[in-house]
């Protein structure tokens, strides 16, 4: 099938097991899915570039950067490459379109971890006031050099506990330097939390079972993962321990010893 855009994708382990496919979070790349490679033991590590990131080419055309079209090329590309049914693994940003994914294309999602993610905002107010947050990045994006921008990003309370990990949180930083700023506006512009469909409504239409994965310390997140289990038969709770939002960089072992057992349950 033809495509809107080039998706650049890593893989690891032995393609004769069982696919899981990386989402990476806002800023972040599939050189994220480092911290998941000791899952190769067990399954085969797919991982992308989402559109605004890394080496992946979507275009100047904005409707290119939206949630639904995101899912639509992940579709078809998989696909392509013979990937009809795989597991997901999404992290923030990844997590609502791994979310999304589940929703929309049930026949291919057999099972998906969502990490410090949410279905979106339930109501038109909080995704206006969103949107205007949303915006003030794009404005600050425009305004300052990548690092600034990213200092000023790390240095939110939401990453108070992944900024004590020292050397690695350096790595992360260094990493997310390389980003184009126009990439990073469109990707927040048209799959920002406050633009996304809501999925509240939907949550237990979902048929792959969905482990809901939060730091203890993410108290915000710990409420989603809860309010989002009330609201879905087939989703369960993980509170990892010593943990932020970012749950794989900050307690690893915890979290893929918690996505092995979910996944060879």
């Known amino acids: 099938m033809g495509h809107s855009y080039r998706i650049h994708w890593e893989q690891y382990g032995d393609p004769a097991r069982t696919p899981v496919l990386f989402l990476h979070g806002f800023m972040g790349s599939c050189a994220d899915v480092d911290d998941l490679l000791p899952l190769t033991d067990n399954f085969r590590l797919i991982a992308v570039d989402l559109p605004g990131h890394g080496r992946t080419a979507a275009g100047p055309d904005p409707d290119n950067y939206t949630m639904e079209s995101c899912a639509a090329e992940l579709a078809g590309f998989l696909t392509d490459q013979g990937l009809d049914r795989f597991f997901v693994v999404g992290y923030s940003m990844g997590g609502r379109l791994g979310l999304y994914l589940a929703m929309r294309y049930p026949s291919m999602v057999d099972k998906a971890v969502i990490e410090s ?45 992944l900024r004590n990990n020292g050397e690695r949180f350096r790595e992360i930083v260094e990493r997310r330097l390389t980003n184009d700023p126009q990439g990073l506006i469109l990707s927040l512009r048209m799959m920002g939390t406050g633009v996304q469909p ?27 993962a809860q309010s989002m289990a009330s609201a879905c038969r087939r989703a369960e709770v993980a509170i990892v321990e010593g943990a932020g939002h ?18 060879e349950d």
């Open 198 to 224: 809501s999925l509240w409504e939907e949550l237990d239409r979902i048929r792959a079972p969905l482990l809901l994965i939060a730091g203890e310390k993410d108290r915000k997140f710990v409420d989603i």
């Open 246 to 263: 970012n749950v794989q960089v900050e307690n690893p072992q915890g979290f893929v010893m918690r996505v092995r057992r979910f996944f």
């Open 117 to 161: 993610g949410s279905p979106g905002l339930r109501s038109e107010q909080e995704r206006r006031a969103r949107i205007g947050r949303d915006e003030a990045v794009v404005r600050l994006l425009g305004a300052t050099t990548m690092r600034q921008f990213v200092e000023k990003w790390y240095g939110q309370s939401l990453f108070d506990s």
